[in-house]
């Protein structure tokens, strides 16, 4: 069983169009966080919620609105999107808002917009 | 702030050994390192909790200096496996390092 869960893995597709990534832990962890990597491979932080609640919003357009249903999902919504908004999403996971937890981190999707 | 990694990339012959540092201008009360091969997620190496700590995996190790706000990880006979990026990650604000691109050739 995946610990950390994304889909889908890859998505191309138009600017202007709306597109969801979603992402689901089986570890029992309380926080979910979603970062972006670009293509320098710098890692930031968007988001992160602790057992559903929003903790961490960053300098992240409005157009990025997460969703998290219950504590094992945390989904990605990107309205309009545009040419910079091509990246790996990565989601992860851990245990705790103490900041001690190691980041559990699934396989990343990879945007495309063309 | 993100912390500061140094050097930002490394070439090393099978055997040798390299420093990665990081440091912040943000307290650190904890310490990550990650490492990500090409084309995967980051994996998680160890975590340093305490200031002055050290801790190792296989013949990775970590140090920590919480007064000084840097953390530094030692690869020693470096094995083909340990290419890939290494990220600090100061817990304090979940930021990572810029990462430090590590190539080891045979």
């Known amino acids: 069983d995946t610990a950390v869960s994304q889909t889908p893995k890859y998505l191309v597709t138009q600017m202007g169009n709306d597109k969801s990534i979603k992402c689901e832990q089986n570890?029992?962890?309380?926080?979910m966080y979603w970062y972006k990597q670009d293509s320098k491979k710098f890692l930031k932080i968007m988001f992160s919620y602790n057992n559903k609640e929003l903790i961490i919003n960053e300098t992240v357009p409005n157009r990025f609105s997460p969703k998290s249903p219950d504590k094992a999902h945390l989904n990605l919504h990107i309205n309009s999107l545009e040419l910079g908004d091509s990246a790996v999403y990565f989601c992860?996971?851990?245990?705790?808002?103490?900041?001690?937890?190691?980041?559990?981190f699934g396989e990343g999707s990879r945007l495309t917009v063309l | 702030q993100q912390p500061v990694q140094s050097p930002q990339a490394v070439i090393l012959r099978e055997g040798e050994d390299a420093v990665i540092n990081c440091s912040s201008s943000k307290a650190l009360y904890s310490v990550h390192w990650y490492r990500q091969k090409h084309g995967e997620a980051p994996v998680f190496l160890m975590i340093?909790?305490?200031?002055?700590e050290q801790k190792g995996h296989d013949k990775i190790s970590a140090s920590f200096n919480e007064k000084k706000q840097q953390s530094s990880l030692y690869l020693t006979a470096s094995q083909l496996s340990y290419s890939g990026t290494y990220f600090c990650y100061n817990n304090n604000d979940m930021r990572f390092g810029a990462g430090t691109r590590l190539t080891v050739k045979p």
């Open positions: 992860a996971s851990s245990q705790g808002h103490s900041h001690t937890g190691e980041l559990f």
């Open positions: 570890l029992g962890h309380d926080t």
């Open positions: 340093l909790l305490k200031g002055g």
